[in-house]
């Protein structure tokens, strides 16, 4: 089945510092979605990647998706406090032209922050 | 719109008993996915309905799981002789047909004894 593996599994870094977390699938995505889950909260939208090597840019955050829809990335340059959560990349598929509704998420990345 | 809510937010049941949880979601969404996560793991799907026909069911759920959700709004999922490998957190998210981002509920927390 299809599967979206996720790494690294954890990130430890100094406030200040960049993060990355990288997303690849075993099929082609008709999209990509990243979602952010604090620490006892639950997963919270991101954004979505839909376009061939599409970048989308919110603030420090950087997220692409690759030319063949099978793998993305997630890039937080001058990581804060405030960037502390466990990071899920989530994909879907598209069979034959149909667009599945459900999301196959990645394991995440937990990310912590020091001050 | 307070967003998608769930309820219980906990619940504890021993093992063998059936527990029914219930999520209401976004009003105006058409779209509702069902969702279990355990420590450390990303949300895995469980199944999902376009308002009320149920037209994804993953094929590791057991036959004790049943959803339904009988007039396109909320739904509830039954579990059916729990086993205590059913303790996890049962999230809910609901999204519209034109923009498919899923808005989480807070989720119910299953512990089974």
């Known amino acids: 089945g299809q599967q979206v593996m996720q790494i690294p599994q954890y990130q430890h870094v100094q406030e200040g510092e960049d993060f990355t977390t990288y997303c690849n699938s075993s099929t082609t995505l008709s999209n990509i979605q990243w979602y952010k889950q604090r620490p006892g909260g639950h997963p919270v939208f991101l954004i979505q990647?839909?376009?061939?090597?599409e970048v989308k840019k919110q603030k420090r955050l950087t997220f692409r998706f690759g030319e063949a829809k099978k793998n993305s990335s997630l890039h937080i340059t001058a990581t804060q406090t405030t960037d502390v959560g466990t990071y899920f990349c989530?994909?879907?598929?598209?069979?034959?032209?149909?667009?599945?509704?459900?999301?196959?998420f990645g394991q995440g990345t937990i990310l912590t922050v020091h001050p | 719109d307070t967003g998608v809510s769930q309820d219980p937010r906990h619940k504890i049941t021993k093992r063998g008993q059936n527990v029914t949880f219930r999520c209401d979601p976004i009003s105006e969404h058409n779209r509702l996915y069902w969702y279990r996560q355990t420590l450390g793991q990303g949300p895995e799907f469980l199944t999902y309905?376009?308002?009320?026909?149920?037209?994804?069911k993953s094929r590791l759920l057991s036959d004790r799981f049943s959803a339904e959700r009988p007039k396109g709004s909320f739904s509830t999922l039954e579990i059916q002789r729990t086993e205590q490998g059913d303790s996890a957190m049962y999230l809910c998210a609901s999204s519209s047909m034109v923009n498919t981002e899923a808005f989480f509920g807070q989720g119910t927390r299953l512990t089974v004894v």
């Open positions: 990647l839909v376009k061939s090597g």
């Open positions: 989530a994909g879907k598929i598209n069979a034959g032209g149909t667009s599945y509704g459900k999301l196959t």
């Open positions: 309905f376009q308002n009320e026909a149920q037209l994804e």
